[in-house]
C-alpha cells in the first residue's frame, strides 16, 4: 500500500532555531500533500496544504511566515517551524493522496517537536 | 462542508464486532464517507471509504444507510489493538480535498 514516510520523529531543541520536518511518498507520486498539527488531547488541525511546484495553501489562524512549506518534487514536501517556541511544541502530522480527489490519504507516523 | 457526529468514547469486548457510528446528514451528493483511526502517539490510519454502497476489505465493513444521513463503521473481531481514536469524516470537495478531523470516538477494546 501507499505509504508515507516522515523524518525525523522526534526532535528537541532550544528556542529560537529553525526546525525541518520531511515528509516523502515513497512509493507513489504526490502532487498534494498536507501538513497536520496536533495538541495532547486533541484531535489533528489541518494546517496547510502544499502543492507540488507552487505555493502552499494556510488555513485561516496560520502563520505561513512561522511555517515555510516546500514542495518541490512530486514525492517531498518540507515543514520549517522558524525561530520556534515553546508554544510550538507539538506533534506534526503530514498526508499525501496518490491520485483522484477521491482517493484516500495515507499519513505519516508523525514529528514529535519540543521546544525548550 | 458536511459535519459529522460520533459518539465520544465507545467500549467492545475483545474478539466482539465493534459497531461504531457516524451521522452525516449534511452529506452532499457526491462526497464521500471516510474512516481512520489513530493509535496513540502515530499518524492515523486509513481504513475505508465509501460514497453509497457497502463497502468491506480486510479491515472492516461500511455500511451507510440508503439516504446517506448516516454510517457505521464494523470491525468484525476486534482485538485489543484496534484500541485507538477512530474519525469518520466526509470529504470536502473542492480544489483540494481536505480532510478535516473532528473529535471522534475513542474505542477501547476490553480483555
Known amino acids: 500500500g501507499a505509504v508515507v514516510s516522515q523524518h525525523p520523529s522526534w526532535v528537541i531543541c532550544k528556542s529560537g532555531t529553525s526546525v525541518k520536518i520531511e515528509c516523502r511518498s515513497l512509493?507513489?507520486?504526490?502532487?498534494?500533500m498536507f501538513w497536520y498539527r496536533q495538541f495532547p488531547k486533541q484531535s489533528l488541525m489541518l494546517m496547510a496544504t502544499s502543492n507540488e511546484g507552487s505555493k502552499a495553501t494556510y488555513e485561516q489562524g496560520v502563520e505561513k511566515d512561522k511555517f515555510l512549506i516546500n514542495h518541490a518534487s512530486l514525492t517531498l514536501s518540507t515543514l520549517t517551524v522558524t525561530s520556534a517556541h515553546p508554544e510550538d511544541s507539538s506533534f506534526y502530522i503530514c498526508?499525501?493522496?496518490?491520485?483522484?480527489?477521491?482517493?484516500?490519504?495515507?499519513f505519516g507516523d508523525g514529528t514529535r517537536l519540543s521546544i525548550l | 462542508d458536511a459535519k459529522t457526529t460520533q459518539p465520544t468514547s465507545m467500549d467492545c469486548a475483545e474478539g466482539r464486532a465493534a459497531n461504531l457510528p457516524c451521522n452525516h446528514s449534511t452529506i452532499s451528493g457526491n462526497e464521500y464517507v471516510y474512516w481512520y483511526r489513530q493509535i496513540h502517539s502515530q499518524g492515523p490510519q486509513y481504513i475505508i471509504h465509501?460514497?453509497?454502497n457497502n463497502e468491506t476489505n480486510e479491515m472492516a465493513s461500511l455500511i451507510i444507510t440508503e439516504d446517506r444521513k448516516s454510517s457505521t463503521l464494523i470491525l468484525p473481531h476486534a482485538t485489543l489493538r484496534d484500541t485507538a481514536v477512530y474519525y469518520c469524516?466526509?470529504?470536502?470537495?473542492?480544489?483540494?480535498?481536505?480532510?478535516?478531523f473532528g473529535t471522534g470516538t475513542l474505542l477501547a477494546v476490553q480483555p
Open positions: 512509493d507513489f507520486q504526490a502532487t498534494t
Open positions: 498526508s499525501a493522496r496518490d491520485a483522484g480527489w477521491e482517493q484516500p490519504q495515507h
Open positions: 469524516i466526509v470529504l470536502t470537495r473542492g480544489a483540494t480535498n481536505k480532510l478535516i
Open positions: 465509501g460514497l453509497k
